[in-house]
């Protein structure tokens, strides 16, 4: 099970930190990712971070704005987003692959079997 929170409202500029909780498996042993989906658009890839934490990958529209992280002791993952723009508002989903971890487009979001229940953000003067 993953379990989203941290979204609100903020103000371009502004940043916010997501959560993703995680419950029911290994959670060191797998990579977990993060998703976006505006209305009207299909789901995004924004973040990826492997088992032990040694490989992140970033969407290019989100590079040097959102860092993403991983304590394992907590199974937790966070996804730190400073510079927030209009078009980072969305619904924001944490998920995890079948596989601990992937080859190829991590970003993808066919290739992942489990999702959280999503974490609204909305970034608006």
């Known amino acids: 099970q993953l379990q989203a929170s941290g979204g609100g409202m903020a103000q371009p500029g502004g940043s916010l930190r997501l959560s993703c909780v995680a419950s029911?498996?290994?959670?060191?042993?797998?990579?977990i990712a993060w998703f976006r989906q505006a209305p009207g658009k299909e789901r995004e890839g924004v973040a990826y971070?492997?088992?032990?934490?040694?490989?992140?990958n970033y969407a290019e529209s989100v590079k040097g704005r959102f860092t993403i992280s991983r304590h394992n002791a907590r199974n937790t993952v966070y996804l730190q987003m400073n510079s927030l723009k209009p078009d980072d508002t969305g619904t924001y989903y944490c998920?995890?692959?079948?596989?601990?971890?992937?080859?190829?487009?991590?970003?993808?979001?066919?290739?992942?079997?489990?999702w959280g229940q999503g974490t609204q953000v909305t970034v608006s003067s």
């Open positions: 029911g498996f290994h959670f060191s042993n797998y990579a």
């Open positions: 998920a995890r692959p079948s596989a601990n971890q992937l080859a190829g487009n991590r970003l993808s979001a066919g290739r992942y079997a489990f």
């Open positions: 971070i492997t088992g032990p934490g040694s490989t992140i």
